[in-house]
């Protein structure tokens, strides 16, 4: 599973980095996405990064948000910079068993976090 930190209060304009770290595998061979969540809405994945840091964001969220690893802290971690109100929401780590492309952690998700909530003021 994945231990999540680094969501709270902030205000619009701000930046914020979010933590998710892995407990009961190794990180370094999976690839790691972090999904976005808000009440009523699906859970989207908002950005991936692949074993061998490989990055892929999607287009709504592209210059604005980073993510990034340190697999010897087993840890993925989201950036997300000049925040909005529509940046609140539910984020949540999740990683999965195939290897180490976003490709193939698409196939099967194994691995979540309990998630961490980012409620952003204007």
């Known amino acids: 599973q994945f231990v999540e930190s680094g969501g709270g209060l902030v205000r619009s304009g701000d930046s914020l980095t979010l933590s998710c770290r892995a407990s009961?595998?190794?990180?370094?061979?999976?690839?790691v996405a972090w999904f976005h969540q808000t009440p009523g809405k699906e859970r989207k994945q908002v950005s991936c990064?692949?074993?061998?840091?490989?990055t892929e964001y999607v287009e709504s969220v592209k210059g604005r948000l980073t993510i990034d690893r340190d697999n010897a802290k087993e840890t993925a971690y989201l950036r997300i910079h000049s925040l909005r109100p529509e940046d609140e929401g539910f984020y949540c780590?999740?990683?999965?068993?195939?290897?180490?492309?976003?490709?193939?952690?698409?196939?099967?998700?194994?691995?979540w976090g309990q998630g961490t909530q980012v409620t952003v003021s204007s």
């Open positions: 780590g999740a990683a999965g068993a195939y290897g180490g492309t976003c490709a193939q952690m698409r196939l099967g998700l194994e691995w």
């Open positions: 009961g595998f190794i990180l370094e061979s999976y690839a």
């Open positions: 990064i692949t074993s061998n840091g490989t």
